[in-house]
């Protein structure tokens, strides 16, 4: 199983430092390909207060050239925003400098406001979405193409074209689990949902693999939220007051939470009910390391992933040298449980 890092690129409240967070997750990569990590990834939004990352790619790009080794990625990548071959052109460039180490995951894009500020309607995002995968696997091939789409129209080829590039598709829903495995792409989950709801997606995913032939190209990533420490007390205490914020703008704004299987959300109306000894239990990876490796054992049970995606830092923090602390500890009392022959 490969482990990779989720950079969320924020500056609280209004972004005035944001250049040294996006300095600092370079470093950050780094630290993470020296300590055993296999990818790093970043996320988008728009019209952010604290400058959440707009643009993933010229990021991508200063990752690419500092590491050797690992992943460079998106989860996700807003896709129905653009115009499919400048995403294809724009991806091909950071591969290109990776030495086709790119791992371009896609989505659909979840709040209204982002699709305005682009210009869009919401209720187009999954024809448009559709449409850009299409393209992009069209112009990836670098052979001339010639696509008449209802929402996107394009005519000719693209080069350099990616030496390695590998194309992931989010979703949380039947039927965006059911889209990546008809393209035969992994699947990148989110990390709010929990264990029960993410083995009910992932038996979609694979079954849709079976019914399209797509098995043996699909395959899971679970995106989680993590922390190391010297025991559970203290994530409590110094981690959790940092990421409870995070996902109760998350639970208000992505209607999409399967609440039979999420007992822990139960009565939640507030950030302040969500409770940390509850609201852990498959969602997080965090305590000592002989905690966070249970944690990862029962969740690999449960949905037989083949990536794991941690974040674990948040717009509130902790800091950037507790980060690469972090970073280091996990990659030497974790990461080697799942690097050894079992």
């Known amino acids: 199983m490969k482990f990779g890092i989720l950079f969320r690129i924020q500056d609280p409240p209004h972004a005035e430092h944001i250049g040294r967070r996006m300095r600092e997750s370079i470093q950050a990569a780094q630290v993470a390909e020296e300590a055993g990590f296999d990818g790093v990834f970043l996320p988008e939004h728009h019209m952010m207060d604290d400058g959440y990352l707009p643009n993933p790619f010229p990021l991508l790009g200063a990752m690419a050239a500092v590491t050797e080794r690992i992943h460079i990625g998106t989860t996700v990548h807003l896709l ?9 052109e724009a991806a091909a460039v950071v591969d290109r400098i990776s030495s086709g180490r790119l791992r371009l995951g896609v989505g659909l894009g979840n709040f209204a406001p982002e699709f305005e500020l682009m210009g869009l309607d919401k209720k187009d995002q999954a024809g448009r979405f559709s449409e850009a995968i299409e393209l992009i696997k069209l112009a990836w091939t670098g052979e001339a193409f010639d696509f008449q789409g209802r929402f996107f129209t394009a005519k000719g080829r693209i080069t350099p074209v990616p030496a390695g590039a590998k194309l992931w598709i989010g979703a949380m829903s039947d039927v965006g689990v059911r889209r990546a495995a008809q393209h035969g792409c992994p699947w990148p ?34 995106l989680r939220d993590g922390w190391i420490a010297d025991s559970l007390e203290q994530v ?6 940092l990421v409870r914020a995070d996902h109760w703008m998350y639970f208000q704004k992505v209607p999409r939470f399967i609440t039979g299987l999420e007992p822990s959300l139960a009565n939640v109306t507030g950030e302040h009910d969500f409770k940390f000894e509850r609201h852990r239990i498959d969602r997080f990876v965090v305590g000592p390391a002989d905690e966070c490796i249970r944690s990862i054992r029962k969740m690999k049970a449960e949905l037989d992933m083949d990536y794991l995606v941690l974040t674990f830092r948040f717009a509130l923090g902790p800091d950037h040298e507790r980060h690469l602390e972090c970073i280091r500890r996990f990659g030497a009392e974790v990461i080697p449980a799942f690097h050894q022959v079992c």
């Open 80 to 88: 129905p925003f653009y115009n499919p071959v400048q995403t294809a």
């Open 236 to 241: 409590e205490k110094e981690w959790w007051p």
């Open 189 to 222: 989950t989110d990390p709010l949902h929990n264990i029960a709801v993410l083995k009910h997606w992932a038996a979609v995913y694979r079954e849709a693999g079976r019914e399209f032939g797509t098995s043996e190209d699909c395959s899971v990533v679970l």
